[in-house]
């Protein structure tokens, strides 16, 4: 997915695929559906016939159609790659999508974000890719073994198997939730036919950088922390115990900060009160 349309620029033509000798061609995308578009994909993928076909970016609000395309990308010798960092925790949590049954070769993404585990990476595949990267990853790309890292990670992994799909699933829900209530309020929150979202972001288009660079210094004030897309997640509140009935609260106090123009001091004190009732981290072995 090309950059403009929410794709990850670190794999793109100033990135990896510049690093590695690879010119990047972007999916057919519509950004009013924030979908890509299969139908115009599939035709692409058979003209320019890609050694590597990498779906999943980081403004990602529904699944990417792997199972649509992955025998395409197969049929013209392409290996069939998900970037995960932002949905791998709603993946592993059954409620976004499950890219290595729907054809891709390799899983891969961030540990640290919708994943609940340290900072880092990990790398999925199916056997024959993956023993292939087993056998070159040592000591052209990684060359130590942090054991601190992976003892964490294990149980990252053991909380996400005992609690993930309950976790994934409130996440959703509570994203859902928010972009309903922002929605209502009159903000310009993406694809509100379409549900919003089925992924744990909400995002909101102001038109233009600046306009959201503007929101997301008014919000820091009130110690609410968006990006300048305008991009809100619901992983960490829904961590800390957070609902559907705190996603209308959350909803308010950005309306009271963005829309009515309240002072931010008097939002942030109710922003501290909230977050001080939620201390304790759910999803997790007590």
């Known amino acids: 997915v090309s950059p403009e349309d929410g794709g990850y620029p670190g794999l793109w033509d100033d990135g990896l695929a510049g690093l590695l000798g690879l010119k990047a ?36 609000l529904f699944p990417h159609p792997i199972r649509e395309l992955a025998e395409t990308a197969h049929e013209c010798g392409a290996i069939v790659g998900f970037d995960g960092s932002h949905v791998l925790g709603l ?9 290595l049954r729907e054809g891709a070769n390799a899983l891969f993404g961030s540990t640290h974000k919708s994943f609940f585990g340290p900072q880092g990476g990990i790398f999925l595949a199916d056997k024959e890719h993956g023993e292939t990267v087993k056998a070159r990853i040592y000591p052209r790309f990684v060359d130590n073994a942090h054991w601190n890292r992976i003892a964490a990670l294990t149980l990252a992994l053991a909380e996400m198997q005992r609690f993930g799909r309950d976790y994934a699933g409130q996440v959703v829900r509570n994203a859902k939730a928010l972009a309903k209530a922002l929605h209502d309020y009159g903000f310009p929150v993406k694809c ?14 102001f038109g233009d950088y600046e306009r959201g ?7 820091q004030k009130a110690n609410i922390i968006v990006d300048c897309v305008v991009r809100l997640g ?53």
């Open 234 to 286: 619901t992983c960490e509140v829904t961590r800390r115990g957070m609902k559907e009935g705190e996603m209308a609260k959350i909803a308010e106090l950005i309306k009271r900060t963005v829309l009515d123009k309240e002072n931010p001091e008097n939002v942030k004190r109710e922003v501290v009160k909230l977050c001080s009732e939620f201390q304790n981290i759910e999803y997790c072995f007590k």
């Open 213 to 219: 660079r503007e929101v997301a210094e008014k919000l």
């Open 91 to 99: 993946i592993a949590g059954k409620h976004f999508q499950d890219p």
């Open 192 to 205: 509100s036919r379409l549900g919003f979202t089925e992924s744990h972001q909400v995002i909101m288009d």
């Open 25 to 60: 061609v972007p999916f057919p995308f519509s950004r009013e559906n924030m979908k890509i578009d299969a139908e115009k994909a599939k035709e692409a993928i058979e003209r320019f016939k890609p050694k590597v076909l990498v779906f999943g970016a980081s403004l990602i």
